[in-house]
């Protein structure tokens, strides 16, 4: 039994209790794919440093940089991760001890297990902040060239799933556009708070033994350092920011899929998804499901579920390894499933098929011209909206009891109507209101800044997808400096460990037993 002593006490003697082992431990390891590419790069920086200090004795840098450059090339799936030896670092230590002895010790110096981790962890998240960034804006780019393809499909706009107003596939589908960006340019923004190194933080308060923590940032390409060592440390608020940018990502675009199915049953028979975004029935000969809508609806509750997970992880006292733990995992894992749906609704979007016809069926057919013959009777009626508003209301209903579309009603039923509300003709019988209820060219009519008119939208798209590029070279100009940072780094180790040749260094380095 161990005897602790106050704050916890010495290391506990012997093994971890199997069940820690099968729970904590194990589930830690089942993270170490994300971790281990990260983990090699800060292991590689870390000796640099401890290099260019000169605290690392002569030869030995070099067996531990020709060590980890060999792990760099090893996959993480064949690496001995073991839960049995905790946490995955400590299979990294276990590993490195095999291979050359107490030499591996020189990677502790001045650095705790957990600072390699954290930065491991931000190496591995902020690529894909950016790879999802980047894929938003492909997603907008899309979504606004097949806009502009819509400028003259016209349609019954919805709210409630009911007729609305008179508008364009082309003006509803660039209103997915414009979240989409936003969320894009917000994960640039979370971008920069994330590409920031905790390197030299240590525990809470730094260490005595490398006095400049921007060295280790500039070998790993980060930006720059968190400034506050034990904030460095401890932080979580970055990643909670990450993870909600997700999420309304996932969640712009489950509107859209949600939209998307209705849309595609038979009862309406408005879009087509292409046979590759379907699924058939294995019963039902007639059915062709639009399976890849259900698995980005699906998506956005997991996501949800994710956010709020780790929220309630995180709301714990401060310097509590449970703030972290889960986030190795559940942050890239959510961060990988938000980018493989976006992909798939890019994919979705860029092959839907519109049914121009049905659509205009169904807009000549329904009652969404009904706000425009108020707004009329107001122009001209020398009447107030509320009352207006009502008297069409009239016209309407008797117009569908007797299955008069919303394009055929006359003067004369707007009179009628007018006569059982007001008491009065508003003199209306015999003028023709076939300009003031023909949805193309209420469309028309919506030329302000926002509205559905053609050359607005055609305005809008262009504007979107300029942006778009924008922000999409932006992603991808970080993820060629993340690259190209690696390279350097790893080009850098191997300059040194090539230093070695026709050394007589002692030779430390040993097969692991």
């Known amino acids: 039994m161990t005897e602790l002593l106050p704050g916890g006490g010495p290391a506990p003697r012997g093994g971890a209790a199997p069940e820690l082992v099968e729970s904590g431990f194990h589930l830690e390891n089942a993270d170490a794919p994300f971790l281990h590419h990260g983990l090699n790069l800060a292991d590689i920086a870390h000796v640099l440093d401890l290099r260019r200090r000169g605290l690392v004795p002569a030869g030995m840098d070099r067996t531990l940089l020709d060590l980890l450059l060999d792990t760099v090339s090893v996959p993480a799936e064949e690496f001995p991760y073991d839960p049995a030896y905790g946490e995955p670092y400590n299979s990294r230590e276990a590993y490195f001890v095999a291979r050359v002895g107490d030499v591996a010790g020189w990677l502790h110096a001045g650095r705790p297990r957990r600072e390699a981790v954290r930065i491991a962890l931000r190496i591995h998240v902020r690529r894909q902040i950016a790879e999802l960034a980047a894929e938003a804006t492909r997603f907008t780019t899309v979504t606004a060239a097949r806009s502009t393809e819509h400028l003259r499909t016209v349609m019954p706009d919805q709210t409630y799933l009911q007729q609305a107003q008179p508008s364009t596939f082309g003006h509803y589908l660039l209103s997915f556009a414009y979240p989409a960006l936003r969320d894009a340019r917000r994960l640039l923004v979370e971008l920069d708070e994330v590409d920031c190194s905790p390197g030299g933080a240590g525990c809470v308060n730094g260490t005595r033994l490398l006095d400049d923590r921007a060295v280790v940032a ?149 009652y969404s011209q009904a706000t425009d013959l108020a707004e009329h009777l107001v122009q001209t009626c020398d009447i107030d909206y509320r009352s207006a508003y009502l008297v069409v209301g009239r016209a309407v209903r008797a117009a569908a009891r007797d299955g008069v579309p919303g394009v055929a009603i006359t003067g004369e039923r707007v009179d009628e109507a007018a006569r059982e509300h007001l008491g009065r003709s508003l003199g209306l019988t015999g003028t023709d209101l076939s300009d003031v209820l023909d949805p193309w060219r209420i469309v028309l009519s919506r030329s302000s800044v926002g509205g559905a008119a053609p050359d607005e939208v055609s305005r809008m798209a262009t504007d979107v997808r300029e942006r778009a590029a924008e922000s999409g070279a932006i992603a991808d100009r970080r993820l060629d400096d993340f690259a190209r940072s690696e390279r350097t780094l790893l080009a850098t180790a191997r300059a040194v460990v090539d230093e070695a040749a026709g050394d007589d260094a002692p030779a430390l380095r040993k097969e692991p037993s």
């Open 218 to 366: 500039d070998l790993l390409g980060f930006s720059g350092v968190i400034e506050h060592t034990r904030d460095a440390m401890w932080q979580v608020d970055g990643f909670v920011h990450v993870l909600a940018t997700a999420a309304s990502l996932v969640s712009t675009l489950s509107k859209l899929a949600e939209d998307l199915e209705i849309w595609a049953s038979a009862e309406f028979d408005f879009v087509d998804l292409a046979d590759g975004f379907t699924r058939a029935s294995v019963l039902m000969p007639q059915k062709r499901n639009p399976y890849s809508l259900a698995i980005i609806r699906g998506a956005c509750g997991v996501l949800i579920g994710r956010i709020s997970g780790f929220l309630a992880v995180a709301k714990s006292p401060s310097a509590r390894s449970d703030n972290l733990i889960y986030a190795y995992g559940e942050v890239p894992r959510a961060l990988d499933l938000a980018l493989r749906i976006t992909r798939l609704a890019t994919g979705v979007v860029s092959t839907l098929r519109v049914n121009a016809d049905r659509m205009a069926q169904e807009v000549h057919r329904g």
